[in-house]
Nanobody, 111 residues
Framework: QVQVVESGGGLVQPGGSLKLSCSPSRSIFSIFAMGWYRQAPGKQRELVAGYVSGGKTTYADSVRGRCTLNRDNTKNLLYLLMDDLKPEDTAVYYC?????WGQGTQVTVSS
């Protein structure tokens, strides 16, 4: 069974930055689709950013210009770089690679 592990969440002040990491047990070269999703309390899970192999990266309107997807093929890691964080970015962030979900990492933006 493929495992996906997220890390990098935490407490950050408004305006701060975070780098979330996604470590899939499958080879990064076998991933044809991936996405970062988030779910805030009482809300549905939503796509933050993602791509399908051969397609362009998609960003949610709420994070466009503040978030960037990145990857390190040598480390088999996928990243979500987040800048200018806002309290409304507070949520559990999940990584999905192909059809496999991670357990999530909590991001809290608060002063």
């Amino acid at each position: 069974q493929v495992q996906v592990v997220e890390s990098g969440g935490g407490l950050v002040q408004p305006g701060g930055s975070l780098k979330l990491s996604c470590s899939p047990s499958r080879s990064i070269f076998s991933i044809f689709a991936m996405g970062w999703y988030r779910q805030a309390p009482g809300k549905q899970r939503e796509l933050v950013a993602g791509y399908v192999s051969g397609g362009k990266t998609t960003y949610a309107d709420s994070v466009r210009g503040r978030c960037t997807l990145n990857r390190d093929n040598t480390k088999n890691l996928l990243y979500l770089l987040m800048d200018d964080l806002k309290p409304e970015d507070t949520a559990v962030y999940y990584c999905k690679t192909n059809d496999d979900w991670g357990q999530g990492t909590q991001v809290t933006v608060s002063s």
